[in-house]
């Protein structure tokens, strides 16, 4: 009876120890109270920046890789839609490999390059704020960041974006 609880405590240890692993390699949870988007930031990062104005995060990554979320004010303030929004951001690349504005949900993406190296971008744009992760990694590292991409885009969630933080 011992042994059949202490190989049955064994496995309950094996399991919460493999969940604490998983979630260590899935990241962390980041919620931005300026401007209300919420992100996962993947494990590995060397360091976190936050800045003092509190618009946002920025991870950055031994291998290169520079992962920035934040928001901004009113895009109205300067008459500027999410096209205009759009137009603009495509002048911080070099070269642009992939776009898409969806002006009717307010947002878009912009991928490409950018002195370099490989950058992806997408923006939510509202009445009185936008939220953005973007991204800035080496090319060389490109097939080991893909994965990395499409997770923090899958998990960043936009704050409200027609109310003024």
């Known amino acids: 009876m011992k ?43 060397s360091s976190i920046l936050l800045p003092d104005n509190g618009d ?30 759009y137009e603009e951001a495509k002048e911080g690349f070099d070269e642009i490999t992939y776009s898409r504005l969806n002006e009717a949900k307010g947002w878009f993406v912009l991928s490409g390059y950018r002195e370099g190296k490989i950058r992806y971008l997408k923006q939510f744009v509202g009445k009185e704020a936008t939220n953005a992760v973007d991204m800035v990694y080496p090319k060389e590292q ?11 885009v899958k998990s960043f969630v936009p704050g409200s974006l027609d109310i003024a933080p």
């Open 142 to 152: 490109a097939r080991n960041f893909d994965g990395f991409v499409n997770a923090v």
């Open 3 to 45: 042994k059949l609880l202490a190989s049955g405590l064994a496995l309950v240890l094996l399991a919460l120890a493999g969940l604490a692993q998983a979630q260590e390699k899935a990241g962390e949870q980041f919620h931005n109270p300026r401007f209300g988007f919420t992100l996962t930031i993947p494990s590995g990062h």
């Open 56 to 85: 946002g995060v920025t991870a950055l990554y031994r291998e290169g890789m520079e992962l920035r979320a934040y928001g901004s004010l009113s895009p109205l303030v300067f008459s500027r839609n999410c096209k205009a929004v």
